[in-house]
T-cell receptor, first 111, second 109 residues
Framework: DTAVSQTPKYLVTQMGNDKSIKCEQN?????MYWYKQDSKKFLKIMFS???????INETVPNRFSPKSPDKAHLNLHINSLELGDSAVYFC??????????FGPGTRLTVL | GIQVEQSPPDLILQEGANSTLRCNFS?????LQWFHQNPWGQLINLFY???GTKQNGRLSATTVATERYSLLYISSSQTTDSGVYFC???????????FGKGTRLSVIA
């Protein structure tokens, strides 16, 4: 009965590759997010979707493209991976401005 | 946008000790959350507390919205309390959270 799930949990890949991370929430929330946590543990918003529409796109390179096929899913596709993309990526969801619930994170390592 | 600052950045406690973590925010908020990131990296919701006081076991939190700060109290700390504690608030209304830099807590037996 996982509330917010992400796959894969770990992702190791070479520079220049394209990869995707999937996120699903079963809470019936209308808003989903992607956050990035860097090596210093700083957590920063990347994207926010409300009812499948992009609401916020922080200063993220356009190599990152979120896709929301429905309200329960928000996937993150990354093109031409770079060393600096190595981080932990967290998906989260909420119902409007209420409590945000986070997934377990995906640790991406770019070699 | 909103600025969120946490103190102290690091804290080492003997098991059984009490502690208070502080979160200051630069603007009025309608949502404030405290999280615990455990050593395995999971972000665990502790409190949703835009104002007032809440308690959950050995943890409690108080937010004084008019003075733009929140406090997290940990009593009788245990080694399993170790990890990083984050507070976070949205920049405005229904928007993503802005996180503080966290307080890294180590509880030693």
């Amino acid at each position: 009965d996982t509330a917010v799930s992400q796959t894969p949990k770990y992702l190791v890949t070479q520079m220049g590759n394209d990869k995707s991370i999937k996120c699903e929430q079963n809470l019936g929330h209308d808003t989903m997010y992607w956050y990035k946590q860097d090596s210093k543990k700083f957590l920063k918003i990347m994207f926010s979707y409300n009812n499948k529409e992009l609401i916020i796109n922080e200063t993220v390179p356009n190599r990152f493209s979120p896709k929301s096929p429905d309200k329960a899913h928000l996937n993150l596709h990354i093109n031409s991976l770079e060393l600096g993309d190595s981080a932990v990526y967290f998906c989260a969801s909420s119902q409007r401005a209420n409590t945000q619930y986070f997934g377990p994170g995906t640790r991406l390592t770019v070699l | 946008g909103i600025q969120v600052e946490q103190s102290p950045p690091d804290l080492i406690l003997q098991e059984g000790a009490n502690s208070t973590l502080r979160c200051n925010f630069s603007d009025s908020v309608n949502n404030l959350q405290w999280f615990h990131q455990n050593p395995w990296g999971q972000l665990i919701n502790l409190f949703y507390i835009p104002s007032g006081t809440k308690q959950n076991g050995r943890l409690s939190a108080t937010t004084v919205a008019t003075e733009r700060y929140s406090l997290l109290y940990i009593s009788s700390s245990q080694t399993t309390d170790s990890g990083v504690y984050f507070c976070a608030a949205p920049f405005s209304g229904n928007t993503p959270l802005v996180f503080g830099k966290g307080t890294r807590l180590s509880v030693i037996a």
